[in-house]
Structure formats: structure tokens, C-alpha cells
């Protein structure tokens, strides 16, 4: 479940995170931006990351991430001691979602060089294998190999970077886009030397869709992890308990 941080007081996102943890989600999601993406502009926003150590505290079963935080907006010797103290913090429940960024909006306003989408991504790839060997080095290290989630489906440098780093990824669009995009995800895996298996297949559905449908197509090209999504300033949790229902299902 993603619960996005905007339009809403931060009781109402405490509120929305345990009301999900004990309907039985696997897996809390927020996002990593400084303004809503929809809706007003200029409406209630909160940090990604404050956030996330809130959480940590706060729950004590899920699993719990940004989809996904945005490179660009901390030096990456940063962003892996955090993701450290907050796998701590939580006893290892951090997932590390983590992607190039796009959202101009979120630059401008806050000084940060926009760039171009090929620059994004080459900070990204020189940003991952800092990540991990700052892991290495950090004292106490994490609790356990941090996975890393990575969002998006450029088929030439995204998917190679996914192939090269990431335990999760996690794709845009319907079944049909993402078993294509994962056929060239393959390959990328076949050229690094690696099995593709390791790499779980996320993927975000609507949670207005019958679960039996679109839950099941997404399933049947190999995906595993469905997100849901929900915005204040009423996170409405009601197509969450009929998904639950159906993955419960589906794993009895």
C-alpha cells in the first residue's frame, strides 16, 4: 500500500499506516516529493524520509519504504546511512526504493539542477554502487542486505541498472507492458551475468479494479508485489480489504 503524503495532517497518514498494518499489507509505501502531484499545488505535503523513521517506530510487522525516493535529493553516502539507522530503527523492515527522479517542481523549489533524464539516470548509476559500499562500511552495518527497489522502465539505461542492482523492480503500466518490459529486463540480466529470478516483479494497480481481473493478468506475466494506492485528506482503505481478500485467496 502506498499512502500518499498529501492533502492531509500527519494523524490522518499515523492513522492510514496502522489501519493498514493490522488489515495484514505486506509492505508501507509513501513517495519521496516536496509537493502533491495532484490536486493543489500548494497543498498539506510531508517529507519522505522524517517520515519513514516515524513509521518505523510506529509499526512493528510491515515492511516499509519510499516508491521510491528520488536520487537527486541527497548525497548518496547520506541515503545509505539512513536507510542504515532506519533498518535499525525498525529491525530490518527498510526496503530501499530508490529512482532517477522527475518531477521538475520538486528541483526548482528547492535548488536542485533538474538536469536532463540521461543526466538523472547517470547519477543514479554512479549513486547505486555508492550506496552499497558506504553499507559496507557504516558501523553497526544493517541488519540484514537492505533490498533495493528500483522504479521505472527506460528499456535502454533503467532496466540495465535494475539488472545490475535491484532485489525489486518496480513497473509502470498494464500487464501486456510489463511482461515486455521484463522480456528486455532478461536480457539485461542474461548480460550481466545474472539470474533474473533474484529480481522480484512490483507493480502498482488501481485498487478500484476487480482484483480478480486485473490482479490476476498482472500475476500471470510474474508479477508479485501489488501496490495500491491511497491520498488524504480520507485515505479510504475499503479497496484495500477486497485485494487483501483475493491475495489471501490466492495464497491459501
Known amino acids: 500500500m502506498q499512502i500518499q503524503p498529501q492533502h492531509a ?11 493498514a498494518e493490522e488489515l495484514g499489507v ?9 509537493y502533491p502531484l495532484y490536486g493543489d499545488p500548494d497543498g498539506l505535503h510531508y517529507e519522505c524520509w522524517t517520515m519513514l523513521g516515524a513509521w518505523a517506530e510506529a509499526t512493528s510487522r510491515v515492511e516499509i519504504g519510499a516508491l521510491v525516493t528520488c536520487n537527486s535529493y541527497r548525497n548518496p553516502e547520506l541515503l545509505a546511512d539512513m536507510a542504515r539507522t532506519v533498518d535499525h530503527i525498525s529491525d530490518g523492515r527498510l526496503i530501499l526504493g530508490i529512482g532517477a527522479g522527475w518531477f521538475e517542481k ?30 559496507a562500511k557504516l558501523n553497526p552495518p544493517p541488519t540484514r542486505k ?24 518496480h513497473s509502470f503500466g498494464d500487464a501486456e507492458t510489463v511482461e515486455r518490459k521484463l522480456g528486455i529486463l532478461r536480457q539485461h540480466c542474461a548480460d550481466v551475468g545474472r539470474d533474473a529470478g533474484e529480481i522480484e516483479v512490483s507493480a502498482g494497480v488501481d485498487g478500484a479494479s476487480d482484483p480478480a ?33 483475493w491475495r489471501d485467496e490466492q495464497n491459501a
Open 106 to 135: 520538486d528541483y526548482d523549489e528547492y535548488g536542485y539542477e533538474f538536469g536532463t533524464p540521461g543526466s538523472r539516470l547517470a547519477d543514479l548509476a554512479q549513486a547505486l554502487p555508492r550506496i552499497e559500499s558506504r553499507w
Open 26 to 34: 505486506d509492505i508501507l509505501f509513501n513517495w519521496d516529493h516536496f
Open 9 to 19: 495532517s500527519y494523524a490522518s497518514i499515523r492513522r492510514a499506516a496502522a489501519q
Open 213 to 245: 481481473v486485473a490482479g490476476a493478468a498482472m500475476v500471470a506475466k510474474g508479477v508479485s508485489l501489488l501496490t495500491l494506492n491511497a491520498g488524504g485528506p480520507d485515505y479510504d482503505l475499503e479497496p484495500l480489504k477486497r485485494w487483501l481478500a
Open 146 to 169: 537492505i533490498p533495493v527497489l528500483i522504479g521505472g522502465g527506460g528499456e535502454k539505461k533503467t532496466l540495465r541498472l535494475v539488472a545490475q542492482h535491484a532485489d525489486v523492480w
